[in-house]
């Protein structure tokens, strides 16, 4: 099945500052999403990007689907930003989404 | 209620009790899913329901039973659990099995 890896596993920023979150995925893909779990375990969707470029306030992601990735863009972060980040994909002649292992982020005051 | 809504929130139960999670989703959709969230392991799918019809059961174990009888709701029949089964049991759904929206999440924990 569909592989999916994110990185970096674990970043901690401080307040105000940028980060880049990367999803890789070995096979052609129908839906990409990004999703923030917070603290009390709600996933929370981010966007939904099977290619192409979103932004959505401080937040903009941008998948290559033909070069398989996806890059999540945190701007000005805030410590309500911490949490985790999810990438989870649905391959092409697939049915379910795979999700990835997650990055943990800590925005520090 | 909007979104996606699960209860209870919390559970927690003995290996020899049946119990239920439930799901209800207010957003249209036709497609619902049970996924399963241990500590330190990706997220898991365990079941997904299309136009109430099961259309993945990703080898899960018999004590855990789905239920769909309409597409706004879904329930997860719990019985003779393990506490290995304790986990974070999240409920989505979405139209057309595309973009996928989530519950806040059934925190389980079988003593």
């Known amino acids: 099945g569909i592989q999916v890896e994110q990185s970096p596993p674990d970043l901690i920023l401080q307040e105000g500052a940028n980060s880049t979150l990367r999803c890789n995925f070995s096979d052609s893909v129908n839906n990409l999403q990004w999703f923030h779990q917070n603290p009390w375990g709600q996933l929370i969707n981010l966007f939904y990007i099977p290619s192409g470029t979103k932004q959505n306030g401080r937040l903009s992601a941008t998948t290559v689907a033909t070069e398989r990735y996806s890059l999540l863009y945190i701007s000005s972060s805030q410590t309500t930003d911490s949490g985790v980040y999810f990438c989870a994909v649905e391959g092409e002649y697939g049915n379910k989404l795979v999700f990835g292992a997650g990055t943990i982020l800590r925005v520090k005051s | 209620e909007t979104g996606v809504t699960q209860t209870p929130r919390h559970l927690v139960m003995g290996m020899t009790n049946k119990k239920s999670l439930k799901c209800e989703q207010h957003l249209g959709h036709n497609a619902m899913y049970w996924y399963k969230q241990s500590a330190k392991k990706p997220l898991e799918l365990m079941f997904v329901?299309?136009?109430?019809?099961?259309?993945e059961n990703n080898s899960v174990p018999s004590r855990f039973s789905p239920e769909c009888p309409n597409s706004s709701h879904l329930f997860l029949h719990l019985h003779t659990l393990q506490p290995e089964d304790s986990a974070l049991y999240l409920c989505a759904s979405s139209q057309d099995l595309l973009e996928q929206f989530f519950g806040p999440g059934t925190r389980l924990t079988v003593l």
């Open positions: 329901y299309n136009f109430k019809e099961q259309t």
